[in-house]
């Protein structure tokens, strides 16, 4: 089992900057990729980033060019890096992980794919 603890929500005006992260821990640590979704109350959770183990990151094209999804050397603890944030980004902020899967490339920001989900951090961007 792999537990995810989020933090680093908060408010923030539109052009502000905040920045998740995402503690791991567990038995089974054995982690292929991690990824940020979000989700928005009537609306499905959408993929943000994710990043494998070897360091390889993709993004959504909502996010591209103002978030930057890291890890830490240990690789348990995920980080999101926003920047010029918006009013349409504010959302609750999940992390997830799982293991590696075949036929799912860890670009895939598929929500199913994802075996491990933290409790979620809040943001809210004011315009």
């Known amino acids: 089992q792999v537990q995810l603890v989020e933090s680093g929500g908060g408010s923030v005006q539109s052009g502000g900057s905040l920045r998740l992260s995402c503690a791991a821990s567990g038995s089974d640590l054995n982690i292929y990729c991690m990824g940020w979704f979000r989700q928005t109350p009537g609306k499905e959770r959408e993929g943000v980033a994710s990043i494998d183990s070897g360091g390889s990151t993709t993004y959504s094209d909502s996010v591209k060019g103002r978030f930057t999804i890291s890890q830490d050397n240990a690789k348990d603890t995920l980080f999101l890096q926003m920047n010029s944030l918006k009013p349409e980004d504010t959302a609750a902020y999940y992390c997830?992980?799982?293991?590696?899967?075949?036929?799912?490339?860890?670009?895939?920001?598929?929500?199913?794919?994802?075996?491990?989900w933290g409790q979620g951090t809040q943001v809210t961007v004011s315009s």
């Open positions: 997830a992980a799982r293991p590696r899967k075949s036929g799912i490339n860890c670009f895939n920001l598929i929500v199913s794919a994802f075996d491990y």
